[in-house]
């Protein structure tokens, strides 16, 4: 639909966009949110390129301010609920609380967004989408749901994980924004992501007014245990309609070692491992302690917080036969992301794909 609007001009896609935002701005929203400022075609080369990209100053500081009081408005009043790990084990689902994690989710809840006004314009104002479909057009996003978080200090964090899956749902891009003014390296809580193989982890300081967007199904990401008492932020999920995503049939519910085929040639075998669905796998595999040691740091101590890590054990064990024969190869991409980016060999030219 965008698509023709902007074609349909000879201005640039950019102003014409601007003009179609102010108008809507002035029926849906009071606060202009700065989306069709910031999300910009060299944020978005980045964010393809790269699976994640940061911008920050997103909003003004004193929508920032208004959205962390709304925040903790929620949080002091008990309206927020403690976030828990999903715990699937063959047909069974779980739930395992993290500590110290508060969570409330705006788009569902009539009662959190009557109560938090700001948040809730950010709710109804789509130019987030629209943007990132106007400059990454594949993305096709069509909706957006937002999540209020507060981490209450104590060491509250999360453990290493995807935010969705292509077969779980439709999410494609998170985007989180941060309301942290007084926020110092001390407090921690940085948002950890894993460009394996372009690079060794990336820590991400929380600071207000950052956003950080990255792939929902791709990106391997945890947060650092936070000492600060109130960490805030605000997540918005994008996604597709669930009809329309380009789910990739090769991988579709395939086992690992029937959809694998190794080739003996190791710049071939590097290929085939950083296949999305693949590479997901790879990923358990070459951070397999850190993951555990996540898994402990996020939940209190309980049988199923030990359950959860042999899961988790058991998991890298079934990986590592399945990709038995190409164990040298993921062995050298380790020792290369774990070394500093100068030996590392035109990896970042490898096209993974993010979205
Ligand atoms: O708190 C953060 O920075 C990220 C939280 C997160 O990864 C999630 O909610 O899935
Ligand atoms: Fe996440």
Known sequence: MIRGFVSANTKSPHNIFSGLLKFEARWYCSISFGFKDKISPELCDNLQRNGYAVVDEIFEKVT???????VLNMYNGSHMHK???HLVNNATKRLVEKHHIHEAELTLDHNIQSMAPVCSQLNNDRSLPVMLNLFMPKLTLESQAIKLQVNSGGGGCFPCHFDSDEQVDGRKVTAIIYANPMWQPGDGGQLRLYPFPYSAPIDIEPVSGRMVLFSSTRMLHRVLPSAATQRVCLTVWLSQLRSRQRGSPL?????????????????????SLMQPHIRNHVLKMVYAQEWAESIELSHPYTLERDGMVEQHWREVEMIRKALKSCEPTIQYLEDVCKNSHESMPNLHKLPISWF
């Open 64 to 70: 920032i301010q208004q959205i962390r009081e709304e």
């Open 83 to 85: 976030n828990c790990t």
């Open 251 to 271: 991988f579709a519910g395939s086992p690992l070692s029937s959809t694998f085929s190794a080739d003996s040639d190791q710049t071939k075998q590097i290929a």
